[in-house]
């Protein structure tokens, strides 16, 4: 079973920028899809971007487009997720997701984007 951990969020003010990281353990994650997603407040999670086993292909939601890259090592077996141009809207409990026969997720790690 592998564990995700995600680390990096904070407070930042609209326009800026924060880097979002995710450590996976207990078994490689290369062979996995895996993923962005958020939760904002009194709204249901929705996936934010995701990107192929091997990093070749990525989608985003049209919300963070041109905004946001996400990117893995697997070699590290790390994925990131880098935010620019931070809006409120993005305000929310940020998760990574591995996909095996569904999401499994970390426990997330907190953005707050001021305006």
């Known amino acids: 079973q592998v564990q995700l951990v995600e680390s990096g969020g904070g407070l930042v003010q609209a326009g800026g920028s924060l880097r979002l990281s995710c450590s996976a353990s207990?078994?490689?994650?290369?062979?996995?899809?895996m993923g962005w997603h958020r939760q904002a407040p009194g709204k249901e999670r929705e996936q934010v971007a995701a990107?192929?086993?091997?990093?070749?292909?990525?989608n985003y939601a049209d919300s963070v487009k041109g905004r946001f890259t996400i990117s893995r090592d697997n070699a590290k077996n790390t994925v990131s997720l880098q935010m620019n141009s931070l809006k409120p809207e993005d305000t929310g409990v940020y998760y990574c997701?591995?996909?095996?026969?569904?999401?499994?997720w970390g426990q997330g790690t907190q953005v707050t984007v001021s305006s």
């Open positions: 997701a591995i996909l095996g026969r569904s999401w499994t």
């Open positions: 207990g078994s490689s994650i290369g062979m996995n899809v």
């Open positions: 990107i192929s086993s091997g990093g070749g292909n990525t």
